[in-house]
């Protein structure tokens, strides 16, 4: 996606860049600044993919705009998507907007682009989940709830050199071996999904934005895992 450079200028503070979506389609949600919007700390200890200590290169720590959490909110309850889900499937994938890249990524081959706003997130998250929901009921797939979020991102098999890597030889703060790693077998989007989602529930302000929305829970299409 080709980016357009601006420069906003703040009081104290000196110009900085942001990057604006070239894409009309998308709403403007800026990157924030470190006096503004909400500050997300990415305390986690262990990898929830390796079980090693997070290398500091794996933080998430981020600002996202308020804007676009109240919007994914919304969007989520209005389509019977619990909303941290939702929330931490668009910290995953474009850290909040950030960059300008979209709240979400989308199937260009459904959609006719990559990235989209919050509403078509949550028609991509349904779809998604019916199917993985669909292949669990088969016994294509594990039950558990990892394996039905991976379902938002694929259940193939990824090698060194795929060009998504851009790369790299790790994913997720896995090394990728020879033979590669089967999403179908290790859900490992599935796994960060649910860690980023107990950690933006430790933020006050984002439980606070959950709590203040009215948009009605309904037909919900999220899997409840039962506890042992």
């Known amino acids: 996606m080709a980016k357009v450079f601006i420069k906003v200028k703040k009081q104290d503070t000196p110009p900085r860049k942001v990057i604006l979506p070239s894409n009309p389609d998308l709403p403007l949600y800026l990157?924030?600044?470190?006096?503004?919007?909400?500050?997300?700390?990415?305390?986690?200890?262990?990898?929830?993919?390796?079980?090693?200590?997070?290398?500091?290169?794996?933080?998430?720590?981020?600002?996202?705009?308020?804007?676009?959490?109240?919007?994914?909110?919304?969007?989520?309850?209005?389509?019977?998507?619990?909303?941290?889900?939702?929330?931490?499937?668009?910290?995953?994938?474009?850290?909040?907007?950030?960059?300008?890249?979209?709240?979400?990524?989308?199937?260009?081959?459904?959609?006719?682009?990559?990235?989209?706003?919050?509403?078509?997130?949550?028609?991509?998250?349904?779809?998604?989940f019916r199917i993985a929901q669909s292949l669990q009921k088969r016994g294509v797939i594990p039950q558990g709830e990892d394996y039905y979020l991976q379902g938002n991102n694929g259940y193939g098999i990824i090698k060194r050199g795929h060009a998504d890597l851009e790369g790299a030889n790790r994913i997720y703060g896995i090394d990728i071996p020879q033979e590669g790693i089967n999403f179908k077998h290790n859900p490992l989007y599935g796994k960060t999904?649910?860690?980023?989602?107990?950690?933006?529930?430790?933020?006050?302000?984002?439980m606070d934005m959950i709590g203040e929305s009215q948009e009605p829970q309904q037909n919900k299409v999220m899997l409840q895992v039962k506890k042992q």
């Open 31 to 128: 990157p924030q600044d470190t006096k503004a919007g909400i500050r997300i700390h990415d305390t986690r200890k262990v990898s929830p993919t390796s079980g090693l200590p997070f290398r500091d290169t794996e933080r998430k720590t981020l600002n996202a705009d308020p804007n676009l959490i109240r919007d994914i909110v919304k969007h989520a309850k209005g389509a019977g998507i619990d909303p941290l889900t939702a929330l931490a499937i668009s910290y995953q994938e474009t850290g909040f907007n950030q960059e300008g890249r979209g709240a979400f990524n989308l199937n260009p081959i459904v959609f006719g682009k990559p990235v989209g706003n919050p509403e078509e997130g949550m028609r991509s998250l349904k779809e998604n």
């Open 193 to 206: 999904v649910i860690s980023l989602r107990e950690l933006l529930k430790s933020n006050p302000q984002i």
